[in-house]
C-alpha cells in the first residue's frame, strides 16, 4: 500500500531538502510554497531553494571545517541541495558558491519531476491541520504572519527574532580592473576555482579611515517596529560592526592578509574589499560581507569610494529583514518534533540554525525522520560526533542556560563550528602532517579537527548504512 503524504511547508532550501528525502525514501509529498500567491520582502522569484542572501555555501573542506564537513555528510545522504550546487558551482576559491539561478532553477525542476511529489502553490496560514499526521514547517526566517501567530499560539511561546542583511551585487564589466585584482587568499584553490576566484579592491590607510567615516555618518534604514531585534554575529551590517571600533571592519570582511596587490605587488594594501562570482556567466559579482541597513543611496554614493568601484553599478543593493525562529531547545523533542503534537516537524532556520547549508541539513533530517515514520519505523537520529548530530544537539538542547537569569531564553541562532562537537575519546592518537612526525605551531590544533572530521565521516557511514565503497560513488 502507498503510505499516505507528508505535508511540507515552506519551498526553501531546508523545504526542498526535506520534500526530496521523504520522496526518496518511496513516502508521498505535498509541498506547500507561497509564492507567487504571496510574495517575501526578500524574495525576488517564485523559484524553490531560491538564495536569497549569498551565493557561498562556504568552505567546502570536508576534513578541517565544520560547514564542509556538513558538505560531504550531506552528500552521502543524498543530498538535492548539495547535489544542484555542485553542478552549478561558481569559483570561490576553498569555498562552494554557485550561481544562484542555476541552483535555484535545478532545485525546482528536480522537485517538479519527481513522481511522489506535488507541489502546491498557496499560502499555509495556521499549522498543519491534525489530519495530515505527519507535517515539516520549514517557512524560513520570512515565515508570514498569520502561520507565525499560530506558531506561537500553539506553543505558548513568543518567536524569537534577529535581523538579517543583504550583501550588494555588483555588475563586473562596470569594475575597474586597472586597480582591482583577481586573487584568492593565500592562492587558495578551491572547487571549480584557480586561486584566483575574487577581485580585490585595495585601500589605503586613508582611503579605508574616509570609508568607515562615511559608513558611521551615512543615512541608515529604520525599522522601529523591531527595535530589540538582535543582531545574529555571523552576519552583521557592515555599519554595526564599523560602531564597535573603526578598525573592526579591517579584521572582519576587509582584511587583507594573505592578498598581494597585482598592480603594486611591493606595497601592501591597509585593507581590502573582496567580490565573489555570483553567476556562472561571471557577469555579477557580490561584495564579501557587505550586508548592509544603509539607504540605497547612500549605499551607492559609499561603496563607488572603493577604489576599483568608482563605477560600480549594482544589480540588487543591500537591504535588511527579520529573521524568526522558535525556542527549539524547548519546544522539539530529538527528532524535530513538537513535544506538544506528535507528527509535526520543524526544520531549517525557523529552528535556529544559521547558514543556507545548516538549513537544508536540518531539512534533510526532518524529510527523514518523518519519512520513517510514514513507513512505520522508529526514527533514528544521527550520532552527536557527526555534523548532523552536532548541529542537531544545539537545536534540540544543546545551549546554555543562565543561572543568573533563569527566565531567560539564552538559546541563539548558530552556524555548525567544531565547538558543538564531543571531544575526541581520550587517548586519540593524533597525527602531525609533516613528515618529522611530530607537531610544529597550529599543527596540533589541525590535527584535533582532522580527528574529529574522520571520526565524524565514519560514524555519519554507519549511520546511514554506507560501505566506504559505497559512500565514495
Given amino acids: 500500500m502507498t503510505p499516505k503524504p507528508v505535508h511540507v511547508v515552506g519551498g526553501g532550501?531546508?523545504?526542498s531538502e526535506a520534500a526530496w528525502q521523504v520522496a526518496q525514501a518511496g513516502v508521498p509529498v505535498v509541498l506547500h510554497e507561497m509564492r507567487p500567491v504571496r510574495g517575501t520582502e526578500a524574495h525576488k522569484t517564485d523559484s524553490l531553494a531560491e538564495l536569497v542572501c549569498s551565493n557561498s555555501f562556504r568552505s567546502d573542506d570536508a576534513a578541517a571545517n565544520a560547514v564542509g564537513l556538513l558538505h560531504a555528510e550531506m552528500r552521502l545522504a543524498g543530498s538535492l541541495i548539495m547535489a544542484s550546487g555542485d553542478t552549478h558551482q561558481v569559483p570561490a576559491g576553498g569555498a562552494l558558491a554557485v550561481d544562484r539561478d542555476g541552483f535555484s532553477a535545478a532545485v525546482t525542476a528536480k522537485l517538479e519531476t519527481h513522481p511522489l511529489i506535488e507541489i502546491a502553490r498557496e499560502e499555509v496560514t495556521g499549522l498543519p491541520p491534525a489530519e495530515w499526521e505527519q507535517a515539516i514547517v520549514a517557512t524560513g526566517p520570512l515565515t508570514a504572519p498569520a502561520l507565525a501567530a499560530a506558531i506561537a499560539a500553539a506553543t505558548g511561546s513568543d518567536a524569537l527574532a534577529f535581523f538579517d542583511a543583504i550583501a550588494p551585487i555588483v555588475h563586473f564589466d562596470t569594475l575597474d580592473m586597472d586597480v582591482a585584482w583577481f586573487q584568492s587568499r593565500y592562492d587558495k584553490v578551491g572547487p571549480?576555482?584557480?586561486?584566483?576566484?575574487?577581485?580585490?579592491?585595495?585601500?589605503?590607510?586613508?582611503?579605508?579611515?574616509?570609508?568607515?567615516?562615511?559608513?558611521?555618518?551615512?543615512?541608515?534604514?529604520?525599522?522601529?517596529?523591531?527595535?530589540?531585534?538582535?543582531?545574529?554575529?555571523?552576519?552583521?551590517p557592515i555599519?554595526?560592526?564599523?560602531?564597535?571600533?573603526?578598525?573592526?571592519?579591517?579584521?572582519?570582511?576587509?582584511?587583507p592578509i594573505g592578498l598581494t596587490n597585482a598592480h603594486n605587488p611591493t606595497v601592501?594594501?591597509?585593507?581590502v574589499v573582496q567580490l565573489r562570482q555570483d553567476n556562472a556567466l561571471g557577469t555579477l559579482y557580490n561584495m564579501v560581507g557587505f550586508q548592509t541597513k544603509l539607504k540605497h543611496a547612500e549605499q551607492v554614493r559609499i561603496f563607488r569610494m572603493i577604489p576599483g568601484l568608482a563605477n560600480a553599478e549594482f544589480?540588487?543593493?543591500?537591504?535588511?529583514?527579520?529573521?524568526?525562529?522558535?525556542?527549539?531547545?524547548?519546544?522539539?523533542?530529538?527528532?524535530?518534533?513538537?513535544?506538544?503534537?506528535?507528527?509535526?516537524r520543524f526544520a531549517g532556520q525557523i529552528t535556529g540554525c544559521e547558514g543556507y547549508v545548516e538549513s537544508a541539513a536540518i531539512g534533510l533530517l526532518a524529510g527523514r525522520f518523518a519519512a520513517a515514520e510514514r513507513l512505520g519505523r522508529q526514527?533514528?537520529?544521527?550520532?552527536?560526533?557527526?555534523?548532523?548530530?552536532a548541529l542537531l544537539g544545539h537545536i534540540t538542547g544543546g545551549h546554555i542556560v543562565s543561572?543568573?537569569?533563569?527566565?531567560?531564553?539564552?538559546?541563539?541562532?548558530?552556524?555548525?563550528?567544531?565547538?558543538?562537537?564531543?571531544?575526541?575519546?581520550?587517548?586519540?592518537k593524533l597525527k602531525p602532517d609533516g613528515f618529522e612526525g611530530r607537531f610544529r605551531g597550529k599543527d596540533k590544533a589541525l590535527a584535533k579537527k582532522k580527528a574529529t572530521t574522520s571520526r565524524a565521516l565514519a560514524d555519519c557511514r554507519a549511520w546511514l548504512g554506507l560501505t566506504l565503497r559505497e559512500a565514495a560513488e
Fill in 268 to 271: 601592501k594594501p591597509y585593507a
Fill in 379 to 389: 526514527p533514528s537520529p544521527p550520532p552527536a560526533t557527526t555534523a548532523f548530530g
Fill in 239 to 255: 555599519e554595526v560592526m564599523a560602531e564597535r571600533g573603526v578598525e573592526t571592519l579591517r579584521h572582519g570582511p576587509m582584511k
Fill in 13 to 15: 532550501l531546508a523545504g
Fill in 403 to 428: 543561572d543568573d537569569e533563569p527566565g531567560k531564553r539564552s538559546f541563539q541562532p548558530m552556524n555548525v563550528n567544531f565547538g558543538l562537537f564531543p571531544p575526541l575519546e581520550p587517548g586519540t
Fill in 315 to 344: 544589480a540588487r543593493l543591500g537591504g535588511l529583514h527579520r529573521n524568526t525562529y522558535i525556542n527549539s531547545p524547548v519546544l522539539l523533542d530529538r527528532t524535530l518534533q513538537l513535544k506538544s503534537r506528535p507528527g509535526l
Fill in 192 to 236: 571549480g576555482g584557480t586561486g584566483k576566484d575574487y577581485i580585490n579592491c585595495p585601500m589605503t590607510k586613508d582611503e579605508y579611515d574616509a570609508f568607515v567615516a562615511a559608513v558611521l555618518a551615512g543615512g541608515k534604514t529604520e525599522f522601529k517596529e523591531w527595535e530589540g531585534t538582535p543582531y545574529f554575529d555571523g552576519c552583521l
